[in-house]
T-cell receptor
Framework: ETGVTQSPTHLIKTRGQQVTLRCSSQ?????VSWYQQALGQGPQFIFQ???????GRGNFPPRFSGLQFPNYSSELNVNALELDDSALYLC????????????FGQGTRLTVV | AQSVAQPEDQVNVAEGNPLTVKCTYS??????LFWYVQYPNRGLQFLLK????DNLVKGSYGFEAEFNKSQTSFHLKKPSALVSDSALYFC?????WGGGADGLTFGKGTHLIIQP
């Protein structure tokens, strides 16, 4: 086990609703990244948080937002859900500017209907 | 922009035979390369990485990978496959996204099927 935990494991939401996903980072890691993995695809980088600030974003619209807390836990918020948001959302914790690998949680499966 | 290509959607190997899962990459600067494995309904598990140094990198569960700078490749290998190696394998490159973020760019993944 990696020590990175995500909740909930599964979630069903209706189009247009808002959702919050949670992640608890591995002890000692100060950076958290979020990824979206659509069915049959590789994970895509959404954004990264360091010291409670977003320090980089992939090709995702502003309705994807996040928070990082002083204990390095994190949230991913998605507003105005669309059907295409259905995916596995992965959280990864790491050490900034380090050659260490990132450790992933088991993911949250979001289904938008 | 950085990219990773895994040209094979699926690789079939008989148990006990050597296996290779291919990966090529494109990135500015020195590449930091990773292999992860994903089992059904699970997150990603780290296998191995190349940062610098020896072109042959050894990782978990008997896997290794060969870095080839001139061919921009980072193929995953194992001398003798096990049925339990059957899973989805992802190659990834670490890149800078602006603001200091160093997220990973992944390939589409390769299904590895080991036949008894």
């Amino acid at each position: 086990e990696t020590g990175v935990t995500q909740s909930p494991t599964h979630l069903i939401k209706t189009r247009g609703q808002q959702v919050t996903l949670r992640c608890s980072s591995q002890s000692g890691h100060n950076t958290v990244s979020w990824y979206q993995q659509a069915l049959g695809q590789g994970p895509q980088f959404i954004f990264q948080y360091y010291r409670e600030e977003e320090n980089g974003r992939g090709n995702f619209p502003p309705r994807f937002s996040g928070l990082q807390f002083p204990n390095y836990s994190s949230e991913l918020n998605v507003n105005a859900l669309e059907l295409d948001d259905s995916a596995l959302y992965l959280c990864a914790s790491s050490l900034v500017a380090s050659h260490k690998e990132a450790f992933f949680g088991q993911g949250t499966r979001l289904t938008v209907v | 922009a950085q990219s990773v290509a895994q040209p094979e959607d699926q690789v079939n190997v008989a148990e006990g035979n050597p296996l290779t899962v291919k990966c090529t990459y494109s990135v500015s600067g020195n590449p930091y390369l990773f292999w992860y494995v994903q089992y059904p309904n699970r997150g990603l598990q780290f296998l191995l990485k190349y940062i610098t140094g020896d072109n042959l990198v050894k990782g978990s569960y008997g896997f290794e990978a060969e870095f080839n700078k001139s061919q921009t490749s980072f193929h995953l290998k194992k001398p003798s496959a096990l049925v339990s190696d059957s899973a989805l394998y992802f190659c990834a490159v670490r890149a800078l996204w602006g603001g200091g973020a160093d997220g990973l760019t992944f390939g589409k993944g390769t299904h590895l099927i080991i036949q008894p």
